[in-house]
């Protein structure tokens, strides 16, 4: 079973920047994603990334977060810059599986087979 564990989340002023790592038991996919739930709100996909390193963003993220992985494909990364109070939430690594959904630059719950536990983003005004 693989396992996700993220970590590099905490509190930071607006304005400021983070940067979160998911590190993954084993090789999960040739798709990994972040996804983010604020309190009383749904979970939202933030950002995917393929294989070939191509990349799908939130229109909400673009811009101010970027996602990377490591060359062995078993650390992924999310900068987050110019955070923002309203980018609080408990942020969440996934990985799609195989075989990668047709449209995984969509962002949707459902292509993503495994989850990591979350770690919390507070950003303060």
């Known amino acids: 079973q693989v396992q996700l564990v993220e970590s590099g989340g905490g509190s930071v002023q607006s304005g400021g920047s983070l940067r979160l790592s998911c590190a993954a038991s084993e090789y999960a996919s040739d798709c990994m994603a972040w996804f983010r739930q604020a309190p009383g709100k749904e979970r939202e996909g933030l950002a995917a990334?393929?294989?070939?390193?191509?990349?799908s963003y939130a229109d909400s993220v673009k811009g101010r977060f970027t996602i990377s992985r490591d060359k062995s494909k078993t650390t992924l990364y999310l900068q987050m810059n110019e955070l923002k109070p309203e980018d609080t939430a408990i942020y969440y690594c996934a990985a799609a599986g195989f075989p990668t959904p047709l449209r995984w630059d969509l962002l949707l719950e459902p292509d993503f087979s495994y989850w990591g536990r979350g770690t919390q983003v507070t950003v303060s005004s």
């Open positions: 990334i393929d294989s070939e390193g191509s990349t």
